[in-house]
Each structure stands twice: as structure tokens, then as C-alpha cells.
């Protein structure tokens, strides 16, 4: 176990407050007279290099994220700040589209304009991306919310229930295709530029997982308050008839739970890779049709690349980037990652080759700054047939294998809220990854502006185009120092309604 009393030295102090002083006295939105979430990047005087170039300088960085708002949300929770959280919430849900053509999609980002919000949905997006996990972000916040605040009231007002209903409405309807997993375009989560991450992408299913537990939790906690509970388990013949809305709100919860039961098998089946399951794949015949094969998605055997064989060694596993017929990608992500651990989409036991992986790779994944985004980066033809010679995601840049620090407090999360909800921790390495990971954020992000990501196989060097003053940097090492410093128990905030648990309940 880390130990959370070990002395903070004057340097950690005095770092550790002023990134409390960047989030709580520059980076907050007032709306209204009241905060409602913070800026992706506080505004900067150009410096002397980018004079005349101010006008594009901070983009859409001055808008409220709501993906770099998560780690906001989740310090305030452990601040004590649960109103903030409770009003950013408030704030998206009235933001959450009604048109007919994308009902129930919530903003990718939103700000105050003379005194009203404008809300952008991918509509004025460079590229025009849509940010589908800001959508499937906001139940799983508003769980979190509920769960630590204890304000269940919030969660059974009507037109929380409706903003669920219409959130769900997306998901579960009938499609052209059977798979439990959500198909986005090209760049629809924090990776938000092409970079060949379309289809299945990691990052979107593990965030789906989350977001139907969290669905059914907070449907499930308005059906307790209306003494409704019990008839979760009968069909629609057995039960007694009920308003519309309770209706549809028994049919939307049992429909998702026999979603995400089907789209955790599907995980693991098709994403999960270890040493012994690559064996299997590479073994496998191709070319096969009807309902009892085995290589599903005809995979051929040369798409199987041979730097996993060294980077997984006997023990590491971990979830691959995406799965698509004929053309899976072995990058590893380490976002969906460290989602596919703390929403429990792994076993237990998962985890830990999981952890495994991480710390005999650090060079890769940890180098001078913590942590890649993901590995390894598209090289020569791919980055440019794939990006369209993105220049801000050349190799080792940005999202294409640079290092974002905003990261590290996920793995944090993973780590330590297994060692204190599933078992002791087979190899103690990852430990010791997260605690010079901290000191390194502790010793670099002061001096390199609170960078928004670093570039190069090391990531020592600050981005090329990266913002300073991150909000989701500062946020992310003010996480790590609650978590190792503070208290780590609250590893234990993320915890989603138990998968087994609620599958009783509609049995
Ligand atoms: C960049 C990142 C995106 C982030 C946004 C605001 O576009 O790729 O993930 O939300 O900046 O910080």
C-alpha cells in the first residue's frame, strides 16, 4: 500500500498549491453566478514568437469540455465541491440535443456568449468530429455524483430520468449489424482528429460499459423512491400496468442490461490479448462461414504484428485499439485501458496483466513524462494514408504517440482501487510506477507551463502546438497527489453498479 502520510516537501506543497490556485481562481465558468465547470486551457498573453497569431491562438480552448471537465468533476467530489458538479451536470442535461436527427447527444463542449450558452455538438469542430463519449460520459458522471454526494433526489427528478431515457434511445434501437459494440466515425473521443481510429474504437466501448451500468443505477434508484423495484424480474405480461413513463423506464433498464452483459463477453472475447490467446489467433483458418467458426472477423494472420511478442512477454495482457472485420488494431490505448480495469470490463486477474504490461513497458509508456496516449505511433504511409498528413499528429506528436499527463491519474484509479476491492497486487512494480510517475509530473509540469501534451519517444519535449496551463493537467496532478498523498481510498469513487448485482435484480 502507498503510504499516504509520507512528508510533502516544500516543493510539492507549494506546487501542489498553485495548481490549486490556476483551478480555483482562473480556469471556473460563471454562469449565471455560479460555476459551472472549468475551461479546457486558460488563456495565455501570446509571447513575443506568436504576436499576430492571437486570433487562432486559443481556439475553442476557452470552452467548457465536458471530457476535460471529468477529472474537474471527480477533484471537486473529493473536494468537497459537490455542488459545482452537481450544476455542471445540470448544465449539460439542459444541453442535451431534442432535435430529431441527434436526440439525446450531449455537447462536446459548451461556453457563455452575452449571457447565454452555446453549445457545440461537433457542428463547429475543426473537421467537424462528433465527440461521441461526451455522451456516454455524462451518465457515468452523474452515478459518480449521486453515489458520493448521496443527493438520490437529484437523480429522480423527471427530467433527469427523461435526459437517461433520450440517452439510452440512442443506443438501443435496431441497427444493421448484431455486435453489442457502438461504431463511430474517425476521431469521436479524446482522440479527436483522424488517426484510423473509426469503427469499434477501444476508448468508445469501454466508456459504453460504463455508461449502461450507470444508466441502469440511476434508473434503478428512481424505481426504488417509486416503490417499483421489485418488478424489474417480470416481463411485461406478468407485471401490473404501470404509467408510460415507468414503463419504458423497466424495458430501457432490462434491455440494458442484457446489452452490456452481451457487450462485456464481446470485449473480452474479441479485444482481450495475451500471449497464449495470440497463439490461438495465429493458429486460426480464415475464409470460414455459418455459425459455429472461429475467426469471426477473418482475420489473416500478418495482421498480428511481431512487436507484441516482446511487449507482452509470458504475463502482460491488455485490450486491443479496435476490432474490424479483416483489420483489428493492436495499438494499445491506454485511456480504454485503464476504463476497461476501473469499470471491471476485466477480471480481476485481467487486471493485473494489465498492470503487468504497463510497468514492464514504462520506457514506452511512462518515459519523462506519464503517459503515452498510445502505442506505437503511425509511421510513414499509414500516418500519411491515415491521417490525410495530419501535421499535428506526425509520428511521436499529439495523439499519434505523444504524452499526455492528464492520464496518469487513471492508471492511479485502476491500480489502487483494485488492490482494495479485488485482490493483493501480484507484482508490486506498478507501484513504484505510480509514485515516480507523480514526482516526475511533480518535478516537469511547473517548469514546461502545465503543458497540454509532450512529444517524442521519450515525451520530454513540450507539444509543438500543445496549450499551456491545461486545465486537465493541472486537474490530473491534483488527482495523483489526493490519491497518493491524500487519501486513497477514494480509488474507490469510479465504482460503477455491480454488473452481477443488478443482473439479479431482472432475473
Ligand atoms: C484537443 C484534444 C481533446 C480535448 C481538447 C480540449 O482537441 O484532442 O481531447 O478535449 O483539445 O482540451
Known amino acids: 500500500m502507498i503510504k499516504s502520510q509520507k512528508k510533502a516537501t516544500s516543493h510539492e506543497k507549494s506546487v501542489i498549491e498553485s495548481a490549486r490556485a490556476l483551478l480555483y481562481e482562473q480556469a471556473l465558468v460563471y454562469y449565471e453566478g455560479k460555476p459551472i465547470g472549468a475551461v479546457a486551457a486558460i488563456p495565455q498573453r501570446p509571447s513575443r514568437f506568436e504576436k499576430g497569431a492571437a486570433s487562432t491562438l486559443d481556439l475553442n480552448y476557452t470552452e467548457v469540455f465536458i471530457?476535460?471537465?471529468?477529472?474537474?468533476?471527480?477533484?471537486?467530489?473529493?473536494?468537497?465541491?459537490?455542488?459545482?458538479?452537481?450544476?455542471?451536470?445540470?448544465?449539460?442535461?439542459?444541453?442535451?440535443?431534442?432535435?430529431?436527427?441527434?436526440?439525446?447527444?450531449?455537447?462536446?463542449?459548451?461556453?457563455?456568449?452575452?449571457?447565454?450558452?452555446?453549445?457545440?455538438?461537433?457542428?463547429?469542430?475543426?473537421?467537424r468530429v462528433a465527440s461521441v463519449d461526451a455522451s456516454l460520459w455524462w451518465p457515468i458522471l452523474a452515478y459518480i455524483y449521486v453515489q458520493r454526494s448521496g443527493d438520490r433526489a437529484w437523480a429522480c427528478q423527471p427530467r433527469v430520468q427523461l435526459g437517461l431515457r433520450r440517452f439510452l434511445g440512442l443506443i438501443l434501437h435496431p441497427w444493421f449489424r448484431d455486435a453489442p459494440t457502438l461504431q463511430v466515425p474517425d476521431g469521436a473521443f479524446m482522440i479527436d482528429r483522424p488517426l484510423d481510429v473509426w469503427g469499434a474504437p477501444l476508448e468508445i466501448q469501454t466508456l459504453l460499459h460504463g455508461a449502461l451500468l450507470s444508466s441502469a443505477g440511476l434508473i434503478q434508484i428512481d424505481l426504488e423512491a417509486k416503490g417499483c423495484c421489485g418488478l424489474l424480474g417480470q416481463s411485461c405480461t406478468e407485471r401490473p400496468k404501470l404509467d408510460d413513463f415507468t414503463e419504458q423506464q423497466v424495458v430501457q433498464f432490462r434491455q440494458t442490461i442484457s446489452w452490456v452483459k452481451r457487450l462485456r463477453n464481446y470485449l473480452l472475447k474479441h479485444y482481450w490479448v495475451n500471449t497464449k490467446s495470440v497463439q490461438v489467433l495465429r493458429r486460426r483458418p480464415t475464409e470460414q462461414y455459418g455459425d459455429s467458426i472461429v475467426n469471426e472477423h477473418n482475420i489473416q494472420v500478418e495482421t498480428i504484428p511481431h512487436w507484441l511478442q516482446n511487449w507482452m512477454g509470458n504475463e502482460g495482457g491488455y485490450l486491443i485499439g479496435n476490432i474490424r472485420t479483416g483489420r483489428p488494431d493492436f495499438r494499445f490505448f491506454t485511456l480504454g485501458n485503464c476504463l476497461g480495469a476501473i469499470f471491471d470490463v476485466l477480471s480481476p486477474f485481467q487486471q493485473q496483466s494489465l498492470f503487468q504490461l504497463i510497468s514492464q513497458n514504462r520506457v514506452d509508456l511512462i518515459g519523462q513524462m506519464p503517459m503515452r496516449i498510445c502505442h506505437p505511433p503511425l509511421e510513414d504511409t499509414d500516418w500519411r494514408k491515415k491521417t490525410g498528413y495530419d501535421r499535428k499528429n506526425l509520428p511521436w506528436c499529439y495523439h499519434n504517440g505523444g504524452h499526455w499527463p492528464c492520464l496518469l491519474w487513471?492508471?492511479?484509479?485502476?491500480?489502487?482501487?483494485?488492490?482494495?476491492?479485488?485482490?493483493?497486487?501480484?507484482?508490486?512494480?506498478?507501484?513504484?510506477?505510480?509514485?515516480?510517475?507523480?514526482?516526475?509530473?511533480?518535478?516537469?509540469?511547473?517548469?514546461?507551463?502545465?503543458?497540454?501534451?509532450?512529444?517524442?519517444?521519450?515525451?520530454?519535449?513540450?507539444?509543438?502546438?500543445?496549450?499551456?496551463?491545461?486545465?486537465?493537467?493541472i486537474t490530473g496532478l491534483l488527482l495523483m497527489h489526493h490519491l497518493l498523498r491524500v487519501n486513497p481510498a477514494d480509488a474507490r469513487i469510479m465504482d460503477l453498479p455491480d454488473l452481477r448485482t443488478l443482473i439479479k435484480l431482472y432475473r
Not at 444541453?95 to 449571457?115: I, K, M, R, W, Y
Not at 482501487?417 to 510506477?433: T, Y
Open 67 to 127: 471530457r476535460d471537465n471529468v477529472p474537474v468533476m471527480i477533484y471537486f467530489l473529493v473536494d468537497g465541491k459537490a455542488e459545482i458538479v452537481r450544476d455542471f451536470l445540470d448544465t449539460c442535461l439542459s444541453l442535451q440535443s431534442d432535435t430529431f436527427e441527434t436526440a439525446g447527444v450531449f455537447p462536446t463542449s459548451f461556453t457563455e456568449h452575452q449571457g447565454s450558452l452555446v453549445a457545440d455538438y461537433g457542428q463547429r469542430a475543426i473537421g
Open 410 to 473: 487513471f492508471l492511479a484509479i485502476a491500480v489502487l482501487r483494485h488492490q482494495q476491492r479485488h485482490s493483493p497486487l501480484r507484482e508490486m512494480a506498478i507501484l513504484e510506477v505510480l509514485q515516480s510517475s507523480y514526482e516526475l509530473l511533480l518535478q516537469r509540469l511547473p517548469q514546461q507551463g502545465w503543458a497540454e501534451y509532450f512529444d517524442g519517444p521519450t515525451g520530454l519535449w513540450t507539444g509543438q502546438q500543445a496549450r499551456l496551463n491545461q486545465t486537465w493537467t
